[in-house]
């Protein structure tokens, strides 16, 4: 594993953070379920440090049901208000709202015949991870054109939550782009995990 003077500064010393540096941040998804999971959490970080979501995510996969998209469109008003008295999570009224209208977009983009959830996604990278090759903090961007195009297709079909810097944060996750520095020893293994 990296030393702490080898990451990526942004995950600092804290264990967790440095836990999802070094095993997930980067590595190419492209389960569709997992997928929908990751943009669930990253919508709800809005606002908020993606360290606060780390820390409350068994809680959202217990109060999201595995980040089962099927089912979690099906949920009502009352698992509304069961989330709403959740003290594990994230209680914005409108965050759980867009969490489960993004499960009823998600199964609209399954069920439309012309691919899966992953395909949308990552043909706005060209199904594969663009590395940028970052040298220094400064060199990071908020967001993209890619970022903007996937903001921009999620929001036609009805996904809320996903603004061009939230779908940035998401796409840098799950690995449609390398920005782990290239001083980063992560970043040659994420390098290597996009080639297959």
């Known amino acids: 594993m990296p030393t702490p003077s080898e990451r990526c500064w942004w995950c600092g010393t804290d264990p967790l953070y440095v836990a ?26 809005a606002g908020l440090s993606w360290l606060t979501i780390l820390r409350k995510r068994p809680a959202f996969e217990r109060a999201f049901r595995g980040f089962d998209p099927e089912r979690v469109a099906r949920f009502t008003e009352r698992d509304v208000q069961r989330l709403l008295g959740d003290a594990g999570i994230i209680r914005s009224r409108a965050k759980i709202d867009a969490a489960i209208g993004n499960a009823r977009a998600w199964m609209t983009v399954m069920q439309a ?6 395909d949308l996604l990552w043909e706005h990278v060209g199904h594969r991870t663009i590395d940028l090759k970052l040298a220094k903090p400064g060199d990071i961007r908020a967001q993209t054109p890619q970022s903007e195009a996937l903001a921009k297709a999620l929001k036609k079909r009805g996904f809320k939550f996903c603004g061009p810097v939230i ?4 796409m840098q996750a799950v690995g449609m782009f390398n920005e782990h520095l290239v001083t980063c020893p992560r970043h040659r293994a994420c390098a290597r995990l996009a080639r297959g």
Do not use: I
């Open 113 to 118: 015949g012309d691919g899966s959830f992953r």
């Open 20 to 45: 999802y540096h070094d095993t997930e941040w980067g590595v190419p998804v492209t389960d569709d379920r997992a997928l929908y999971g990751k943009l669930v959490l990253d919508g709800f970080q």
């Open 167 to 170: 779908v940035h944060a998401f």
